[in-house]
């Protein structure tokens, strides 16, 4: 059984037992139990769907451009490239790499202050390993989120572990400065106006508490429950999630803002056809005035 489909079903579960508290929960028969079940399940994973996809909230990046040279980790260390965030965080970085030689390698990104190696260690990424033949965008994540400060100078440094084979990260290798709040950086010294292919930014996971509402909105109409106090509840779940986000960087809240506009908009149109167009409007009146 998919894991999602799992916690689904866990949550229609508890959605259950939660709905049983109000006094108006009385399922005629067992079947009916499980249609609203089965209906709140549906309800569940498709919207769950929409919004478990995940979503990358892109800061800085360096991509796009055609051929570039491969420098080889090894040789170059120490190698990687300094940026300039608007963001106040980061937790993942994109870097393009290759393999040299038969075998596997290992590799982890390092996040320091400065715009070059040498300062304050701020965050180490999950190590990534890769096998032969490998070409292509290398993820790295980072289990906690790396303070940043807008505007400041930040390096990334790329690792490869001793027992790793030879492996190669990607520039653009033009006479162009192709991103100009920083450069590529190896042996050390700054390779201006080279930069490597990459991407930094936060992962975007809009939060699951307004899923479970939604979840209960739809268990509470099922069961001819009072709909306005249903969907009031659900908007309230929502309006929650937006002051939450309104404490990040505009630039990531708008991204993330959007995600649960798309969820509202299903959700509504699901249950409350009659609203949805009317709410929807006001949902994004709500979310611009707590964004600005």
Not at 128 to 155: E, I, K, R
Not at 186 to 197: E, V
Not at 265 to 274: G, Y
């Amino acid at each position: 059984m998919k894991k999602s489909t799992s916690v689904a079903m866990i949550s229609v579960a508890a959605s259950l037992r939660f709905a049983q508290g109000f006094p108006n929960f009385r399922p005629r028969s067992a079947s009916r139990s499980l249609t609203i079940a089965a209906a709140a399940l549906f309800l569940f994973g498709t919207v769950g769907g929409l919004s478990a996809a995940t979503v990358y909230g892109i800061d800085q990046q360096n991509v796009g451009f055609p051929g570039g040279t491969t420098r080889n980790i090894q040789a170059f260390a120490p190698i990687g490239q300094s940026f300039t965030p608007t963001f106040p965080s980061l937790n993942f970085v994109d870097l393009y790499t290759q393999s040299f030689a038969v075998g596997s390698a290992t590799l982890y990104v390092e996040i320091s202050s400065g715009s070059s190696f040498g300062g304050t260690l701020l965050g180490t990424s999950d190590a990534v390993t890769l096998t032969s033949s490998f070409l292509g965008v290398t993820h790295f994540s980072f289990s906690s989120d790396v303070p940043l400060a807008p505007s400041g100078a930040y390096a990334m440094e790329l690792f490869e572990t001793p027992s790793s084979v030879a492996w190669g990260v990607r520039d653009d290798a033009t006479l162009v400065d192709l991103y100009s709040r920083g450069n590529e950086i190896f042996l050390g010294s700054s390779q201006f106006p080279n930069d490597l292919y990459f991407v930094e930014g936060e992962v975007v996971e809009p939060g699951t508490f307004f899923l479970l509402g939604g979840s209960l909105a739809a268990l509470l109409v099922l069961k001819n429950s009072n709909r306005a106090s249903a969907m009031h509840r659900f908007i309230a779940a929502i309006k929650s999630e937006v002051v939450k986000t309104s404490s990040v960087s505009r630039r990531l809240a708008l991204q993330r803002c959007r995600a649960m506009k798309a969820l509202f908009r299903a959700v509504l149109t699901a249950l409350w056809p009659d609203q949805a167009h009317y709410q929807a409007r006001a949902f994004g009146q709500f979310a611009k005035e707590k964004l600005t």
